[in-house]
C-alpha cells in the first residue's frame, strides 16, 4: 500500500481542516527549562540559526545538552486546544508542527508534513497528522508556512 499525501496549498484550505489554527491559540507553553524526560537533567534554551529555512529562524527551543533531545519550542506557535491531548499530567494539548519544506526533490520525505508533540516535551510524544481517508498532511509553500507562522 503505497503513502498517500493531502497537499494543503492555500489558508482556506488549512482552515478547512484545521478550523480553529488561529482563534484556540493558547499561551500555555514552558517559560523554563523543563527536565529532560530521558536523563532528568534540566534542559538548556538555545536559538535556532538565524538562516534556519524552516520558518524557525530565530525560535526560542529546548534543548537537553547531555542526551541531544529536542524537548520543544518555548513559544505559543502550534499550541491549539483543539489539538487532541498527551499523556502528561496534568493533560495538555499536543503542539502541532512542520517538518520542513516540501519541494518535489524531496517528496518521499517527510518535509512539510504536520505533527504533533507534547508541547512541553515531557511525554516524548510524537504522531504525524493523518485525514480521516488516512492520508499525511503536506503544507506547500513558503508563503503559506510564514503565514500559518504568525
Not at 529546548?62 to 541531544?68: G, S
Not at 491531548?85 to 496534568?90: G, H, I, L, S
Not at 517527510?110 to 492520508?135: D, I, N
Amino acid at each position: 500500500m503505497s503513502t498517500k499525501y493531502r497537499h494543503l496549498t492555500t489558508v482556506d484550505e488549512v482552515l478547512e481542516l484545521f478550523p480553529g489554527i488561529y482563534k484556540q491559540r493558547t499561551t500555555d507553553f514552558p517559560t523554563y527549562a523543563p527536565l529532560c524526560r530521558r536523563c532528568n537533567k534540566r534542559a538548556t534554551s538555545k536559538d535556532t540559526k538565524k538562516d534556519n529555512p524552516n520558518g524557525n529562524a530565530g525560535r526560542q527551543y529546548y534543548e537537553c545538552l547531555p542526551c541531544n533531545n529536542y524537548l520543544g519550542f518555548a513559544d505559543a506557535r502550534g499550541n491549539d486546544r483543539a489539538n487532541s491531548d498527551c499523556k502528561c499530567e496534568p493533560p495538555i494539548s499536543r503542539k502541532r508542527l512542520l517538518v520542513g519544506h516540501w519541494d518535489e526533490s524531496n517528496k518521499n520525505s517527510r518535509a512539510g508534513q504536520v505533527f504533533y508533540v507534547c508541547r512541553h516535551g515531557k511525554s516524548g510524544f510524537h504522531k504525524f497528522h493523518e485525514t480521516t481517508e488516512k492520508e499525511f498532511v503536506v503544507i506547500d509553500g513558503e508563503e503559506l508556512i510564514a503565514e500559518l507562522g504568525r
